[in-house]
């Protein structure tokens, strides 16, 4: 395999746990982390559908359910790290599968978009204590998490003139 092409870490099958020499507290840390953001894109997606379903024209909902289907990839890549970190599936949880509504569909937008603000702040977090090869994937999701930043600013910016 060329050593400049790009690799697929987390769809990779042949990825085995961790076992170099890595602080266990900075594991630990990034595990809680990995942990919270299956929970939190799980949340987010059942937010965004809502956002979906009351989005004013038809460019508003392709873009929330970009981002809705980006926070599906994402829960999905946090799993296959939590594996390949532990050898082990991430327990399942009693996802609630509620949300507050918001007061209004900007209202909507506004916490979106201080949801992926604060998810980045979370995600960085987590990268400064995984290894070297898995911060790829955690590089992913935080620059994506930036850009739904930017479309949900662009939307709220769009729904005040």
């Not at 507050?100 to 209202?107: D, E, H, M, N, T």
């Amino acid at each position: 395999m060329n050593p400049y092409s790009y690799a697929d870490p987390y769809s990779n099958p042949m990825m085995t746990p961790v076992r170099m020499d890595m602080n266990a507290n900075n594991l630990n840390i990034a595990l809680r982390g990995i942990l919270q953001g299956i929970s939190g894109e799980r949340n987010d997606e059942l937010f965004y559908d809502y956002l979906i379903s009351v989005a004013p024209t038809q460019q508003e909902k392709q873009i929330i359910t970009s981002i809705r289907n980006d926070e599906r990839k994402h829960r999905r890549m946090f799993r296959q790290l939590y594996t390949a970190l532990t050898g082990q599936q991430p327990p399942t949880t009693a996802e609630t599968e509620t949300f507050q509504r918001p007061a209004s569909y900007l209202a909507g937008i506004e916490q979106a978009l201080l949801g992926e603000l604060r998810a980045f702040e979370n995600y960085r977090i987590i990268y400064l204590n995984l290894p070297y090869p898995y911060r790829d994937i955690m590089f992913e999701i935080m620059t994506d998490e930036i850009k739904h930043a930017s479309y949900y600013n662009w939307l709220y910016a769009k729904n005040t003139r």
